[in-house]
Each structure stands twice: as structure tokens, then as C-alpha cells.
């Protein structure tokens, strides 16, 4: 809910919507207020915050505030990216007398034929009790699908890219329903250079710089492609990333091939995965979904995801830490199918994506219960 109003001298009635959309259900978004110093003008901070809502709160007292470049109120253009966006408008009006610049916004706002029904208010109380009663009400009506947990569980079974590797699947999707990002985006040459930057920072290391991309796009989304040639330090890294337009991210990467220990590993490769480096891959998904998630919804509209994974192509394999080349191996007898971390998708908030360690512990935990990792 994007509460739009001046800001000086106006703050004890901010606060009294901040208190009364908290009350009545809802989520308030004051910039000013709430949001940290941002590498954008305050005008396009103002408008993204309201592309990000659901709903539009509007409060107008006596004064209409700065007017932008374009000659509109700041509040004004606000407003008119709302009723763009298709957004509930719910206009509050301060019960005093008003400068021409906000008397002119107020009768646009609450015109009789093109404006929207409003609620008058004389102190922050009375305010507060009339937006707590508003924001109930919409929240009983506004609808907010959920994702249905089959999608992303399906999406795990499909075929797996890597036929001759031990790989790693990692899905996550917002757990709410919309379109993340636009679908044009996804072909353009911006959205191709974000991905691949974010994959190769030094936090992240999903990719490797050492390594040829391939991209481009179909009717399943966004599709980078890490090939599999060898590499100058002889290691073996596919990485294939799947992005939709509904903002579900799909990662395969293979997990055998990695890090080699001893001069001759072929068997120990062809024998055993090490823990170390499914942990590394899982650790790489997770920062690289958090931080573009942090990209391309910079104001929290998805914050909960639902997330699974799988092992898959494992064959005769066993997880070990650090491990080293011998003569004998363990070949464990096991089906051909992959092996699930949850039985359901489990929920995460974006948070826990920058710092994943706990989630990496818990699955690894899964898999040592399910695979006896040694």
C-alpha cells in the first residue's frame, strides 16, 4: 500500500497511515521514510514504489507540495502513474483549507464522476481509524494468487540437462503470482548483461569469467549457458540458468568434475561427489537468486519464495568430504531417480538468500539421512 503525500510538516499523519494499513492487514511503502539512500533520482524511487503496490493511498491537507519538471504536483504524478498501473486508489482529504495547487488536486481526485470516493479526517487518530477501516475492507477483496506448488515441482522432474554429470536443479519461485518482469525485457541486451554481471561477481561465482555463454530466449524465458569445455585450470563447471517472466529461476549446474584431488582423479570423479562441492554450487544459486531477485524487485513486492532441489544422475556415486584418490571404491546399488531435498516446495524469505548458510546445512543434513554421505 504506497502512501503518497507532501512530507514536511505532514509527518504525524504518514505515520497515522503507516499505523492504520498495519492495522487493517496491509503493508505500508513510505520512501521517505523507509527506504535507504538509493543510486536513483527521488522521482523514479517514488515511482517504482508505486509500480510495486497493490494499492494507493493518497493524502492531501493544505498544501499540493513541490511541483516536478513536468509541471505536475510530485503527488500528482504519483497519482497519475496509479491509475496507469490500474491500482485501487483510496483518497484521505484533511478537513482545512487548501492552497490552489492542492484544492486542484483534490478536486481531481475526488471528482465527481472521474475521481474516486474519499473519507474526510481531522487528526491523525481519526486518520488512522479510517484507513485501518479502508485497508481491511480491500484486503478481505483484493485477490493475491499463490503459486501452485505442482509448477515447481514438476519443473524438478523435468529432463536434465547434463545426461553424463551428477548435477544439482535448484528451482525457486515467487510464492505470489505475477508478472516479476516484463517480458520484453527478457530479450534485451540489458537484461542479458545483468544476468551474466551478477552470475560472475566475486560474492556469487556462479559462473566462470574463464568460460564461453551462450544466451537467448524462448517460450520458457530467459536461457544462459555456461559450456562445458575445460577450462584453464582444468575443472569442468556447466551452468545452465532458466529466468521467466512470473520470476521463477531455474539452475542446473553439475557437481562432478569440480575440484580435483591427486594427480589421476578419472575414477575418483567417475566414483565420488564431494560434499564441498555441492555446497559451493548451492551456496552459488542462493546469491545469485538473492541478488537478482534484489535487482528486479528492488522494493520487496515477492519477498517470499518458494524453493526445492534436487540431485539427479548420481548413479553409482557416494558423497564424501575431502576426498581422496585410493584403489578401491564403494558403488552403492540405487534407483535411477533423482533425489528430492523436501518432499514439498519450502517457503524462504529473500533475507535468507544473502546469507545461506542454514538453508545449505539443512539440505546437506537431508541428504546425508538419505544418501549416508561419508
Known sequence: ?????????????REAARRGIDKGGGEPILVNEDFPALGESSRNACLDGVDSADAYLVLIGARGGYTAPSGRLVVGEEYDRAKENGLTVLAFLQDCGRDDEAQTL??????????????T??????????????????????ENPELDMTTLQDTLEEPHVFQHDASVRVVFAPERV???????????????????????????????????????VDD???????????????????????????????????????????KDHGMLDQSVIAVEDIEDVLAA??????????????????????????????????????????????????????????DEPRRIVRQSLEAPEGEIRRIMAI????????
Open 121 to 142: 479526517f481531522a487528526s491523525s487518530e481519526e486518520l488512522e481509524e479510517e484507513v485501518r477501516r479502508a485497508i481491511a475492507e480491500l484486503c478481505a477483496n483484493l
Open 285 to 342: 544459486c542462493f546469491l545469485f537468486c538473492g541478488d537478482f531477485y534484489k535487482k528486479v524487485d528492488r522494493y520487496g513486492r515477492y519477498n517470499s519464495l518458494l524453493y526445492n532441489l534436487v540431485l539427479a544422475n548420481l548413479g553409482y556415486r557416494t558423497l564424501e568430504r575431502n576426498p581422496q584418490d585410493r584403489n578401491t571404491f564403494t558403488m552403492p546399488m540405487r534407483d535411477e531417480h533423482p533425489v528430492h531435498a523436501f
Open 367 to 374: 541428504f546425508d539421512r538419505k544418501l549416508r554421505i561419508s
Open 1 to 13: 500500500m504506497f502512501v503518497s503525500s507532501i512530507v514536511r510538516d505532514f509527518k504525524a499523519f
Open 106 to 119: 483534490a478536486d481531481e481526485v475526488s471528482d465527481y464522476v472521474s475521481g474516486h470516493f474519499r473519507r
Open 220 to 262: 520458457r524465458g530467459f536461457i544462459a549457458f555456461q559450456d562445458e569445455h575445460s577450462s584453464g585450470r582444468g575443472t569442468h563447471e556447466p551452468v545452465r540458468v532458466e529466468i521467466s517472466d512470473r520470476g521463477s529461476i531455474t539452475i542446473d549446474a553439475a557437481v562432478t568434475g569440480r575440484v580435483h584431488r591427486g
Open 178 to 216: 505475477g508478472e516479476v518482469i516484463d517480458p520484453v525485457t527478457l530479450d534485451s541486451r540489458e537484461f542479458k548483461e545483468s544476468v551474466l554481471e551478477i552470475g560472475h561477481r566475486r560474492n556469487v561465482r556462479l559462473f566462470n569469467c574463464e568460460r564461453g555463454k551462450e544466451c537467448r
